[in-house]
């Protein structure tokens, strides 16, 4: 049997019965391709043990994978070869006796409070080309700061999703397909309420409606051309700016000031988030 044979049928079955977000169904795909190519046939009977440890070994060695990288590719295989038993196309999973590194403890990385207000201020005065521009994307910037929320949830809120009075945004199918609720931090709320004359119109400067962005890959392009105009008028050399990588520091930065402002108070954690101020 070939993996040629039944890409299609798998892409049907993660999608549809599994459930798959597509990104992930394509990752996967896209790993078995790799496979092949490096094994130099895409009969699954030359794709053994043996094979996908050169295959997995190669690329720590050569192409310098992380173990995070290491551990995508491997479970990436793995899932594909559990569907291709359950189906009878292949009598084992070939990943069964290989095992995965172990993940480095590492801190997220954060900026400090200054960087923090660098990006703020940046933001805020930096000469754009269109007159909307400052408020989406101090809009934007803010919300990552102040909630922590993750890129794609950013890029699939919806103006209804946004309750200005109440102090909430709703996040939906988050992280592991899951909805929870935002807290609008004090400033990120003046900040919205600011954009815009009416409440819910200024709920989402940085929605999709009004920033023109999708969760489409192509949104993502058109997210990702915001950075490069500032890029180098950030002092964060530490960072990518010029790549969506350059989001996460911004979303660890606000909650690692929370948690240590918090271990010098004797105050909820509710209580520090709407108390503290930077």
């Known amino acids: 049997m070939n993996y040629s044979d039944i890409y299609f049928q798998f892409k049907r079955y993660a999608l549809n019965e599994k459930g798959m977000r597509p990104r992930s169904c394509k990752a996967i795909l896209s790993c078995m391709h790799d496979l092949c190519n490096f094994a130099r046939s895409d009969d699954l009977k030359d ?12 690329g720590r060695e050569e192409k310098l994978w992380s173990a995070k990288t290491y551990r ?12 291709g038993v359950r189906r009878k196309f292949c009598k084992i999973n070939p990943l069964k006796n290989i095992e995965k590194p172990k993940l480095p403890q590492n801190l997220p990385r954060c900026l400090t409070q200054e960087q923090m207000q660098t990006v703020l201020n940046t933001v805020r ?72 004359t009416e409440s819910d119109f200024c709920a989402f400067s940085l929605s999709v409606s009004i920033c023109g962005i999708s969760s489409t890959s192509k949104g993502f392009r058109s997210f990702s051309s915001i950075f490069p105009s ?10 990518r700016i010029s790549r969506l990588s350059c989001l996460e520091p911004l979303r660890h930065a ?13 105050c909820s954690t509710q209580s520090v988030f709407f108390s503290f101020n930077f």
């Open 254 to 266: 606000f909650l690692a000031l929370l948690a240590r402002f918090r271990q010098l108070s004797a």
């Open 47 to 58: 794709l053994q043990e043996g094979m996908i440890r050169e295959f997995l070994h190669t």
């Open 72 to 83: 995508n590719r491997w479970q990436h295989m793995s899932t594909f070869f559990d569907w």
């Open 230 to 239: 500032f890029k180098y008028a950030f002092e964060l050399k530490d960072f």
């Open 125 to 196: 005065w930096m000469d754009w080309i269109y007159s909307f521009s400052p408020i989406r994307n101090e809009a934007i910037i803010s919300t990552f700061v102040f909630t922590g929320i993750r890129l794609n949830e950013l890029l699939n809120i919806e103006m209804s999703d946004v309750n200005i009075r109440q102090g909430e945004i709703l996040i939906r199918q988050g992280k592991n397909r899951k909805d929870r609720i935002v807290p609008i931090h004090p400033r990120l709320r003046s900040q919205l309420e600011n954009s815009g």
